[in-house]
């Protein structure tokens, strides 16, 4: 089974900073993707990155997925409280019949 | 909304019991997965669908079944439980199988062992 390792694992940040969250792997997936979840409520589906190198840019998000497919960052810009969640990165180890989820970021931003 | 329906939103009960969740996938999507997610555990894959028949397998236990029926909804069967399986069940679906088919999650259930 292929591993996903999240940093940091907590993030507390003020309103209007950057941050970035890293997801990594030893392994290559076919695809990754990022979901936001909420207390109480399943994860949503944010991006999904399939080409090594890709960027992909929602709003103040922005997507990144390693050359080699191994890794990937989401970078946020000017953080508002509304990006509060757990951000988790999941990767696609078998063409669509395996996800494997990594552990998650907790993102804390205060007004 | 996700479109995902999963019932019901808590259960508690007691170690040694059964009981069954339930799934009612996006219309028009034919895979079904359910994970398992607690504090330490983070979202453990247990078991996909795909129109009707398993199509892949996870750290699902031997106390723990699946199925999806015709109508592709689909339920998860938790026997003999153990407090150790307390935790949040969520059931995902998608249009298909591959990498441009992104998972849509239910609410989840919310399982208490007592």
């Known amino acids: 089974t292929q591993l996903l390792e999240q940093s940091p694992q907590f993030l507390s940040i003020q309103e209007g900073e950057n941050l970035t969250v890293y997801c990594n792997s030893s392994?290559?997936?076919?695809?990754l993707q990022w979901y936001r979840q909420e207390p109480g409520e399943g994860p949503v589906l944010l991006v999904t990155?399939?080409?090594?190198?890709e960027v992909k840019k929602l709003k103040r998000l922005t997507f990144q997925f390693g050359d080699a497919r191994k890794d990937s960052s989401l970078h946020i810009t000017a953080a508002q409280p509304g990006d509060t969640g757990l951000y988790l990165c999941?990767?696609?180890?078998?063409?669509?019949?395996?996800?494997?989820f990594g552990p998650g970021t907790r993102l804390s931003v205060l007004p | 909304d996700s479109g995902v329906t999963q019932t019901p939103k808590h259960l508690i009960t007691a170690t040694g019991q059964r009981v069954t969740l339930r799934c009612s996938p996006r219309?028009?999507?034919?895979?079904v997965y359910w994970y398992q997610q607690s504090l330490d555990q983070g979202l453990q894959f247990l078991i996909q669908?795909?129109?009707?028949?398993?199509?892949a397998k996870g750290n699902i236990l031997e106390r723990f079944s699946a199925q999806q029926f015709p109508d592709l909804h689909s339920e998860l069967n938790l026997s003999s439980l153990e407090l150790g399986d307390s935790a949040l069940y969520f059931c995902?679906?998608?249009?298909?199988?591959?990498?441009?088919?992104?998972?849509?999650f239910g609410n989840g259930t919310r399982l208490t062992v007592t």
């Open positions: 995902a679906s998608s249009p298909g199988t591959g990498q441009n088919s992104p998972l849509h």
């Open positions: 392994s290559v997936f076919s695809s």
């Open positions: 990155v399939v080409t090594g190198g």
């Open positions: 999941a990767g696609d180890d078998n063409y669509g019949q395996n996800f494997v």
């Open positions: 219309s028009g999507d034919l895979s």
């Open positions: 669908y795909y129109n009707g028949e398993e199509r």
